[in-house]
Nanobody, 120 residues
Framework: VQLQAFGGGLVQAGGSLRLSCTIS????????LAWYRQAPGNERELVAG???????NYADSVKGRFTISRDNAKNTVYLQMNNLKAEDTAVYYC???????????????WGQGTQVTVSS
């Protein structure tokens, strides 16, 4: 299973970006797709997640500004980011969690990360 993320870049504060992440190598529907981010010196944190049925959750810091969505037919997850702030600057990673364990380990995969830089 491979995840390929796209859409990062440099944007001014108040601007928008749309990230996408495509999952390949499996025809099984992913249980939970999510976006995480990691800023320099910080731990990786959950930004938003979406279950296969469409239920979403967001970090408090992005509620009302970010929207996560998925297209199961295309095996793709999106993150629409509006009203970006300097503190949103980070490397953004997509994650696919199939919801089961293999040999005691969660069957989940990470994308390679895409840099989002917001200038103030």
């Amino acid at each position: 299973v491979q995840l390929q993320a796209f859409g990062g870049g440099l944007v001014q504060a108040g601007g928008s970006l749309r990230l996408s992440c495509t999952i390949s190598g499996s025809s099984v529907t992913v249980d939970t797709l999510a976006w995480y981010r990691q800023a320099p010196g910080n731990e990786r944190e959950l930004v938003a997640g979406i279950k296969s049925g469409g239920v979403t959750n967001y970090a408090d810091s992005v509620k009302g500004r970010f929207t996560i969505s998925r297209d199961n037919a295309k095996n793709t997850v999106y993150l629409q980011m509006n009203n970006l702030k300097a503190e949103d600057t980070a490397v953004y990673y997509c994650n696919a969690d199939y919801g089961w364990k293999v040999a005691g380990l969660q069957y989940a995969f990470w994308g390679q990360g895409t840099q989002v830089t917001v200038s103030s």
